[in-house]
């Protein structure tokens, strides 16, 4: 069966502007996870998203911001991008909120220029 | 003070050694453990993962947990040169609101 899958895999963006990743669940799971991945801080928990409802939200501010739609895919958006927002961020898809049984999607790798 | 602690490495050993891979944690609520392993280029697969206190195998693969300590250990037996990957541990209180708290992995090559 199809893993998790991301899009794009790669993006370069410009100070300032705005990104959106995509995020494809393996089919049947209805939690959506993202995290975002940095040498400096490591895997960081941004959000959850659960039967289009967010469930759990991490520490960041609200430049991070996600949705999920009727069939389980997940947008995440960031406004304002700054350099420190270069990261790898990482999707994970599971069958129940909270986090067991995640599946990760290879990421996003997003550098701001 | 992080709440999960994990030494970055790199950590280089020979094929066939056994490595031992270790976190700390300072947040007693933890109950669920997890070890995953990262390629590349890739997202994190999950390893093992064990509740509460207590040892778990699987294959060349022994999962520890000490939560007297706030210790977890993963040890791999009979290392390959395919077991050359990032390990991260990972933790949460659990349930439907919990997400998981990393280490910042630990860079293993096996060399040849």
């Known amino acids: 069966k199809a893993g998790v899958t991301q899009t794009p895999r790669y993006l370069i963006k410009t100070r300032g502007q705005q990104v959106t990743l995509s995020c494809s669940p393996i089919?049947?799971?209805?939690?959506v996870s993202w995290y975002q991945q940095t040498p400096g801080q490591g895997l960081q928990f941004l959000f959850e998203y659960f039967s289009e409802t967010q469930r759990n939200k991490g520490n960041f501010p609200g430049r991070f911001s996600g949705r999920q739609f009727s069939n389980s895919r997940s947008e995440m958006n960031v406004s304002t991008l700054e350099l420190g927002d270069s990261a790898l961020y990482l999707c994970?898809?599971?069958?129940?909120?909270?986090?067991?049984?995640?599946?990760f999607g290879s990421g996003t790798r997003l550098t701001v220029v | 003070q992080k709440e999960v602690e994990q030494d970055p490495g790199p950590l280089s050993v020979p094929e066939g050694a056994i490595v031992s891979l270790n976190c700390t944690y300072s947040?007693?609520?933890?109950?669920?453990f997890m070890w995953y392993r990262q390629y590349s280029r890739k997202g994190p697969e999950l390893l093992m993962y064990t509740y509460s206190s207590g040892n778990k195998e699987d294959g060349r693969f022994t999962a520890q947990v000490d939560k007297s300590s706030k210790y977890i250990s993963l040890f791999i037996r009979d290392s390959q040169p395919s077991d050359s990957a990032t390990y991260l541990c990972a933790m949460t209180i659990g349930g439907s609101q919990g997400n998981l708290i990393f280490g910042k992995g630990t860079k293993l090559s096996v060399k040849p």
């Open positions: 947040n007693s609520a933890f109950q669920y």
């Open positions: 994970a898809s599971s069958l129940m909120e909270g986090a067991w049984g995640y599946t």
């Open positions: 089919s049947g799971h209805r939690s």
